[in-house]
């Protein structure tokens, strides 16, 4: 496909040609590595210390030559993103400078690729956003994105299920539609959510399947014999799984129960502790196990500092000083989420729900996996240098230091405590 091209095209001339060594635990393994970089690619994977040496370590606190170690984890994969930054994807008519701000304004979040996400709006809108993000994709070299993710139109329109997505424009899958759409992202949309309630669910799933694109159940209201029928027909995956549905279920039968039950089915949740509940989060995790995956479904607030913010679409939302996300004057409603995948990643090792590696696995190399993605190899020698260096303690995940083909794309040490908070060291 266009976007796997995309994903994996050159960096600027002579980028790829530099040699760095990074030393560190493996995030994913715990063992005590070092890396070389050269060419775009892991050229050396060398093993310095095993799990158990490295613990004894950190028991004793005596460290690599007198230093605490970096952690080093694959490049983070987000497979839902919707802005951040104040950067808003899904605004029209969407401008090109916002998509490459963006890009670069993850780097400092660990993201060495990402879906850009367009969510429901107007044949129009729609068209629009991804002929801009195809043509990002197809003028910078330094991008990080790996393909499209459509969340809509074609999902539920009843409320709860919706979500936030606009009813006026809520509608029945449609192949000849959504090829239009493709054909103006230039074959780069890599995801679409649907909702397997309409009648129309099943050809339109068979058709993107055999086309190459995933289709994700969500923002559903469907039975259990309509999801059973979608899976059937190739839906792969469920976006954000318990969240974007009713206030209040049936005890049995759902269809949050049928999607975790459904073997086939990889699931996407919002690890944030805001979203969903500890327990839930342990129950997907034992029920899915390697096909649980963590998407940050970020909007353009995330990042933002603490206040009360007017939206696009004529509301007021309040962030919170620990990143959540509310209508201003409802602190019980959810207005989407703020937090990067770090926060998740950051959560669920820290209630124990998986282990750190466990965790940082599902937001790199699991997702990249789904995709088919090369950075799936994650730091294997051979794989793209796509790494990122981080520190985790009480307070959360630091990213020091982000990789991208082996070019650094982002260091923490260039942003001075004087600087814009949003300026945050980018280097192209």
């Not at 993850?106 to 729609?126: K, Q, R």
């Not at 103006?184 to 959510?193: C, M």
């Amino acid at each position: 496909m266009e976007s796997d091209r995309c994903e994996m095209e050159p960096t600027a001339a002579g980028g790829r040609d530099a040699l760095t060594r990074l030393e560190g635990i493996h995030a994913l393994t715990g063992e005590h590595i070092r890396l070389t970089l050269a060419g775009g690619v892991i050229a050396g994977y060398e093993v310095l210390g095993t799990p158990e040496e490295v613990e004894i370590r950190q028991v004793t606190g005596a460290q690599a030559g007198g230093q605490e170690l970096l952690l080093i984890g694959p490049g983070l994969v987000d497979l839902q993103i919707n802005g951040y930054a104040g950067l808003d994807l899904n605004t029209h008519p969407l401008q090109a400078d916002t998509v490459r701000q963006l890009n670069e304004r993850l780097w400092a979040e660990g993201v060495t690729s990402y879906l850009p996400t367009l969510i429901t709006n107007s044949d129009e809108a729609l068209r629009s956003g991804l002929s801009t993000i195809a043509e990002v994709c197809e003028t910078d070299p330094n991008h990080n994105m790996a393909g499209i993710h459509l969340e809509g139109p074609f999902i539920s329109p009843e409320d709860g299920p919706r979500g936030a997505h606009d009813t006026q424009y809520v509608r029945a899958p449609d192949w000849e539609l959504f090829q239009s759409w493709q054909e103006a992202a230039g074959g780069r949309i890599r995801i679409v959510t649907v909702s397997p309630e309409w009648p129309e669910a099943v050809d339109f799933i068979e058709r993107c399947t055999g086309s190459g694109v995933l289709v994700s159940i969500g923002h559903t209201a469907a039975n259990s014999a309509q999801i059973q029928a979608a899976v059937q027909a190739g839906a792969r995956m469920s976006t954000h799984l318990g969240n974007g549905a009713h206030p209040v279920l049936p005890r049995h039968p759902n269809y949050i129960w049928d999607q975790l039950a459904e073997e086939p089915l990889w699931a996407s949740v919002i690890a944030d502790g805001f979203h969903l509940p500890d327990a839930f989060l342990r129950v997907a995790a034992k029920v899915k196990g390697e096909r649980l995956i963590l998407v940050s479904d970020a909007v353009s607030f995330g990042g933002m500092p603490p206040g009360t913010y007017d939206t696009h679409i004529g509301g007021r939302v309040t962030l919170t000083p620990a990143g959540r996300l509310h209508l201003a004057g409802q602190p019980a409603l959810l207005a989407g989420s703020a937090l990067p995948m770090t926060a998740g990643i950051a959560h669920l090792a820290g209630r124990g729900i998986a282990s750190l590696g466990e965790a940082w696995a599902m937001a790199s190399v699991r997702p990249a996996g789904l995709l088919g993605l090369p950075a799936a190899q994650g730091l294997a020698p051979g794989a793209p240098a796509d790494v990122a260096l981080f520190t985790k303690d009480a307070a959360g995940i630091r990213i020091l230091r982000t990789y991208k083909r082996g070019q650094l794309k982002y260091d923490a040490r260039n942003v001075s405590a004087d600087r814009d908070p949003h300026d945050t060291g980018f280097t192209r």
